[in-house]
């Protein structure tokens, strides 16, 4: 008999009988064989305990035994199985009736073997069956990713009917306004409005233009990886850009934005893509801004320590809850929190998640820390020289 391959040496057997002698016998065939990881037990009430803890590929099992007979365990495990579970069970059984073997299907055996049994003829079985089992795990994993994928297009359809629906709406109001030459009943003068509208298209489009990137980085993400286009950059240059391009978002909503970092950073070089750091630091001061009050502070940090760039964003606004922090970077992540200071609603639930690939795509990383009422800080480390 040829040794199982890799892929099943390393499935879990659970091994149930209330002879030593018996337990003993099948552990050598089997570790002979090449299995790995075998548990046994001479008690069937710790079945349930066992199957818990080890989550076996494979049950082999008595039929009579004390305290609990093997078709009172095989009800016990088909009762908790889950829905569409494959865990089979090959019963080892002296008991040779046609009716003990039925009824041993019937309660969810998925094979039988009469003791005394050939060695070859247990391990072909034990192989059949463990190949069964890791087809079928195989397959709800595929099915798994496919239905993820489904609901990731649902959400993304989701997404860009909601999001993209009201500031097209408020386009397409202006544009045709425009168009006929009118203005809104009551604005003084023609130009103001004209200026007025055209601010407001802007300002739309722009909005449009940002959701249509972060569902294009997201298909990046989920495919062949978040784009990065590294060259030899000063620090400062990506953090001056950030700054420029915030400075007006925090100025509308009534905070106060820093930047601090020293000389030393602002002039250290790195192989980097500023551009992507730019957008790193863009959506978290963004989402610090929108969850700020009117009147509070979000402050960036950076310096550099060896070759690697530290960088914080800190805002004064009410903080996360320890339950939403470990969901912060999940892809259309909006929260559940509702929270006061907050502006324009959650949007899409992508600029964390993309915040945190780009640090990824760069050899970094990136963190949360929070607590309610005391604000929260996003840091990220980034290595300046490509790995």
Not at 108 to 132: M, S
Request: glycine share 8%.
């Amino acid at each position: 008999m040829s040794a199982p391959t890799e892929r099943l040496s390393h499935c879990t057997i659970l091994l149930v009988d209330d002879e030593e002698a018996n337990l003993d016998l099948l552990e050598a065939l089997l570790g002979t064989a090449g299995y790995t990881h075998l548990v046994r037990t001479r008690d069937p009430r710790e079945v349930l305990s066992l199957v818990e803890a080890h989550r076996p590929d494979l049950i082999l099992l008595d039929l009579h035994m004390p305290h609990r007979h093997g078709f009172d365990v095989l009800a016990d495990l088909r009762a908790v199985a889950a829905p569409g579970e494959y865990r089979p069970v090959l019963v080892l059984t002296a008991d040779v009736t046609p009716e003990t073997r039925d009824r041993a299907l019937s309660l969810g055996a998925r094979d039988f073997v009469i003791k005394p049994f050939d060695a070859t003829e247990v391990l072909l079985r034990v192989e059949n069956l463990l190949e069964t089992r890791q087809l079928h795990v195989a397959e709800r994993a595929a099915r798994a990713r496919a239905e993820e994928a489904t609901r990731e297009r649902e959400r993304l359809l989701a997404v860009v009917a909601h999001d993209l629906r009201n500031p097209l709406a408020v386009v397409a109001m202006y544009a045709e306004t425009l168009l006929r030459g009118g203005r809104v009943a009551g604005a003084s003068e023609d130009a103001e409005w004209e200026q007025a509208a055209l601010t407001t298209i802007s300002a739309n489009t722009g909005t449009m233009q940002r959701l249509v990137e972060d569902l294009l980085d997201a298909s990046s993400m989920r495919g062949d990886g978040l784009r990065i286009h590294r060259v030899t950059r000063r620090v400062g240059d990506a953090f001056e850009s950030a700054r420029v391009m915030l400075a007006p978002l925090a100025e509308a909503a009534g905070v106060l934005l820093a930047f601090v970092g020293d000389e030393q950073a602002a002039e250290a070089v790195g192989t980097i893509d500023p551009e992507r750091i730019a957008q790193l630091l863009s959506n978290l001061v963004g989402n610090a801004v929108k969850f700020t009050p009117s009147g509070g502070r979000v402050e960036v940090r950076f310096a550099v320590q060896g070759s690697v760039l530290h960088a914080s964003v800190t805002d004064s606004g009410p903080g996360i809850s320890a339950t939403e922090l470990p969901h912060l970077f999940t892809a259309f992540w909006t929260g559940e929190q509702k929270v006061g200071g907050g502006r324009n609603g959650h949007g899409a639930g992508l600029g964390l998640w993309i915040a945190r690939g780009i640090a990824e795509a760069h050899g970094g990383e990136l963190e949360a820390e929070s607590r309610l009422g005391e604000g929260a800080t996003f840091r990220f480390r980034i290595p300046l020289a490509h790995a």
